[in-house]
């Protein structure tokens, strides 16, 4: 249990459906953030939600849609997925402002196939 | 920009001693950090360099030289648990302070 929810785990999805992700942290911390890991490469920051605004997005593609309530909740909404999107979805919180020793706290990820 | 860059593979025998290497470049370094992952679960925290020399936890050390960009992650008396990837990621300030992660090194242990 790292602190840090997330569902679905498994998600099969169509290329033309809509799903979401969900992600919940019982941390308190105040930073929340989307990665996505494919095979053979690192983890890619597709959005960090900070004090509950978006702080970054990486040029992410439009398909990908994050939302973020409130600082303990952070979702990421799928429209008209391609297969290359198939990745292990991870999301993770840290308390920024403590200084650079922070660390960042991972869910256990969201296994997405798009067929 | 930055590169991190750590073997894809390495493999190592249950009881022996095995050091993954890291190299990095950044733009404002301000941090490096080791994280393991077992197949299918979340990173977990191992540790946190900052300035230069070792820093010891239990089985595990990490080395940190700023001035070569390098970090080695040192597992002692190996268990066959210590298969997993093993993460180093660096906080670059050019990067507006993120953590950004290598490709991450596949453990394999023997027995």
């Known amino acids: 249990e790292t602190g840090v929810t997330q569902t679905p785990r498994h998600l099969v999805m169509g290329m033309t459906n809509k799903k979401s992700l969900k992600c919940e942290q019982h941390?308190?911390?105040?930073?929340m953030y989307w990665y996505k890991q494919s095979a053979k490469k690192p983890l890619e920051l597709m959005f960090v939600?900070?004090?509950?605004?978006?702080?970054e997005n990486n040029s992410v593609p439009s398909r990908f849609s994050p939302e973020c309530p409130n600082s303990s909740h952070l979702f990421l909404h799928l429209h008209t997925l391609q297969p290359e999107d198939s990745a292990l979805y991870l999301c993770?919180?840290?308390?920024?402002?403590?200084?650079?020793?922070?660390?960042?706290?991972f869910g256990e990820g969201s296994w997405l196939t798009v067929v | 920009g930055q590169n991190i860059d750590q073997p894809t593979e390495m493999t190592a025998t249950e009881g022996a001693i095995v050091q993954i290497n890291c190299t990095y470049q950044?733009?404002?370094?301000?941090?490096l950090f080791w994280y393991q992952q077992h197949a299918g679960e979340a990173p977990t925290f191992l540790s946190y360099n900052v300035l230069d020399g070792l820093e010891e936890k239990g089985r595990f050390s990490s080395f940190l030289s700023r001035s070569k960009g390098y970090s080695y992650l040192l597992l002692k008396e190996l268990q066959m648990k210590d298969s997993a990837s093993y993460l180093c990621a660096v906080r670059d300030l050019g990067r507006d302070d993120k953590i950004i992660f290598g490709k991450g090194t596949r453990l394999h242990i023997l027995p």
């Open positions: 950044t733009s404002g370094f301000n941090g």
């Open positions: 993770a919180s840290s308390q920024e402002g403590q200084g650079a020793a922070d660390t960042i706290y």
């Open positions: 939600y900070s004090l509950e605004e978006r702080v």
């Open positions: 941390l308190g911390h105040n930073a």
